[in-house]
């Protein structure tokens, strides 16, 4: 029969250690907690004593639905944390179990245990045990107690350290909840957000946001205005801190992707704390999902990714309709599946990422969209590690520089025939027209190396709205003012805008496309401002800049789509982004081609 570590309940309940004590299970209770998970209340035995209150982590639950904790079950208790609650009574977390020997395998109860009360140091006085045995106390022999491990004290200091003012002990980020008062974290801080401000009828406020670690789990941790003052200038990411009196409660998942039900909100009795002794908090916990998985995956999920950046686009700066200004940056990542993602960076990221040398990209929390396929945005509350010190980073530059960077990739949006991931799906013009791209119910995406034959200047430019968020053209009132229709304003100046109709051609056909403003100021080599002077006072030098433009060669990403007008239909193409040609990454791509068709 398997024994049963006696003397581990007296331990327990005296916050003395317990660690790898072998326990039976008495009996298993749910509880219900709202709208939160539910919880599990355990009583577990030694074969001297039982104890009721002890309390099932939220992320073992399984275990009790399952009905791998099951009574009778004998288990060997890994992991634990003893909280006091307000009322001062004390339950003990379980954190980490291991089942040992199941229900079904164990006769019944072992022994005749009866409840401990708090304050007994000596086995209860009853026929079965004698009056004279010895309180659990360390000994230099034999132990005393059977089968009870006398490390049990030894083991807690080292697992629950004291924190720098003595108040309170260690405990894991698994182990919080909100029915706790007295608890310190040391933790590491994996991101943190810049201070976000709101204006609205009940008052002006500001916030904060950061993630932190540590070996058992993460939190979410806000702050808001007096803590936004005291806390932020302090924090540092990848720095360890002791934080104490925090306010707890359910998480909302929609607002974040970190992995725990509650979430924890900074307050006045809230305290932060350097530690210097971090080696052995862990810097981030990522679950990462391969980018082929993410076909496979719900609209909106959040998810850990790493790839190499294959690509990176210039960034550009978009209008809110809150007439804010945010960077927008893309970028496509490759795994060892061979499919490409395209990934959206915003704000400060978008505007400091560096792609230069391919490097290895983590990001902690993306979500992910179905617009055109997958895609994956980058927010706020993501975390971006370029070339992180992890394993799965090592592996993936090796397989890179030694295969991946011969292929192209599949992009998973041009799989199914969406927006924005065309970067990889390489056509030939005559291809375009004979795979019917366009004709569906969606728009088609297609990249393509092509020359520049003719360009119409002729109605290229257009007098728009001066309006930050505006491009709508004005009408001239002659009389010195020119009126926005859209904005319902008459300004003194307007602003010049590019609509350039090209013809493109490669070695098969040739095909007229559209290009707007950015795409357009890349193929003439100058801005729309200085074309419309130029137009205005000397119209050889404005010819001169569209003869320049012809037989120059680029690579297009175009939007293809039918479209009807005046009941008769035709295949509209527009540019939605021109760059030089990278001869060694065209070279590469052909090379492979060659090599591709050699097998067939």
């Not at 990934?343 to 902690?364: C, M, N, R, Y």
């Not at 805008?497 to 357009?520: H, K, M, P």
């Not at 009807?564 to 791509?589: G, W």
Request: aromatic fraction near 8%.
């Amino acid at each position: 029969m398997t024994k049963l570590s006696e003397g581990a309940i007296e331990a327990l309940s005296n916050d003395n250690g317990g660690n790898d004590a072998v326990l039976q299970l008495v009996n298993i209770r749910k509880i219900d907690n709202g709208n939160g998970p539910a919880r599990f209340r355990v009583m577990m035995s030694d074969g001297r004593h039982t104890l009721s209150s002890f309390m099932l982590s939220t992320q073992l639950n399984f275990m009790a639905e399952n009905n791998t904790l099951a009574p009778n079950c004998i288990c060997v208790l890994k992991k634990h944390v003893t909280n006091i609650l307000k009322d001062g009574r004390r339950v003990v977390i379980i954190l980490e179990i291991e089942v040992i020997k199941s229900a079904n395998d164990v006769g019944g109860k072992i022994g005749d245990p009866t409840p401990y009360t708090e304050g007994q140091s000596k086995g209860p006085q009853s026929a079965s045990n004698p009056p004279n045995r010895p309180p659990l106390q360390p000994q230099n022999g034999n132990e005393g107690n059977r089968g009870f491990n006398r490390d049990f004290v030894k083991k807690a200091p080292s697992a629950m350290p004291s924190t720098p003012g003595g108040g309170s002990k260690i405990v894991p980020i698994a182990s919080l909840n909100p029915y706790q008062s007295k608890w310190t974290i040391r933790a590491r801080v994996s991101n943190k957000s810049s201070i976000r401000t709101w204006s609205n009828s009940r008052g002006d406020g500001k916030l904060f946001s950061m993630e932190i670690v540590d070996e058992s789990g993460e939190i979410r941790v806000t702050g808001f205005n007096q803590e936004v003052d005291k806390f932020f200038s302090l924090i540092e990411v990848g720095k360890v801190y002791y934080v104490s009196k925090g306010s707890l409660k359910i998480a909302n998942k929609q607002y974040t992707s970190v992995k725990n039900d509650y979430e924890m909100t900074l307050n006045g009795e809230t305290t932060v704390v350097p530690c210097e002794d971090s080696c052995d908090v862990p810097m981030v916990q990522c679950d990462f999902v391969s980018i082929s998985d993410l076909e496979n995956r719900d609209k909106d999920a959040i998810v850990d990714v790493i790839g190499v950046c294959k690509t990176v686009d210039e960034v550009t700066r978009l209008t809110t309709k809150t007439n804010r200004e945010v960077s927008k940056r893309t970028l496509n990542l490759m795994d060892m599946s061979g499919k490409v993602v395209t990934v959206t960076l915003w704000g400060e990221e978008a505007e400091k990422f560096d792609g230069s040398g391919q490097p290895i990209v983590a990001i902690k929390g993306a979500k992910l969209s179905d617009f055109g396929g997958r895609s994956l945005s980058a927010s706020f509350s993501s975390t971006l590690m370029i070339n992180p010190d992890m394993p799965e980073a090592y592996k993936l530059r090796g397989w890179y520089d030694k295969e991946g960077h011969a292929m192209d990739g599949q992009s998973l949006t041009e799989v199914k025939g969406g927006s924005g991931g065309g970067n990889t799906n390489w056509k030939a013009i005559a291809d375009v027209k004979n795979e019917h791209l366009g004709h569906g119910d969606k728009a088609d995406y297609y990249t393509c190396i092509a020359t520049i034959v003719y360009l119409r200047k002729e109605n290229c430019l257009y007098q728009a709205c001066p309006s930050q968020d505006c491009n709508k053209k004005v009408v001239d009132q002659q009389n010195g003012m020119y009126r926005c229709e859209k904005c319902d304003k008459e300004f003194p100046n307007f602003k010049y805008r590019l609509i350039l109709s090209v013809n493109i051609a490669d070695y098969g056909d040739n095909q007229w496309v559209t290009c707007f403003q950015e795409s357009a100021e890349a193929i003439l080599g100058q801005n729309a401002a200085y074309l419309g002077q130029l137009k205005d006072s000397n119209e050889a030098a404005f010819d001169e800049i569209f003869q320049q433009a012809n037989f120059n060669t680029f690579v297009f990403r175009n939007r293809v789509k039918l479209e009807t007008y005046n009941d008769e239909s035709r295949i509209k193409a527009t540019v939605l982004d021109v760059k030089p040609v990278d001869h060694k990454d065209y070279s590469k791509r052909l090379i492979l081609n060659i090599r591709k068709m050699a097998v067939q």
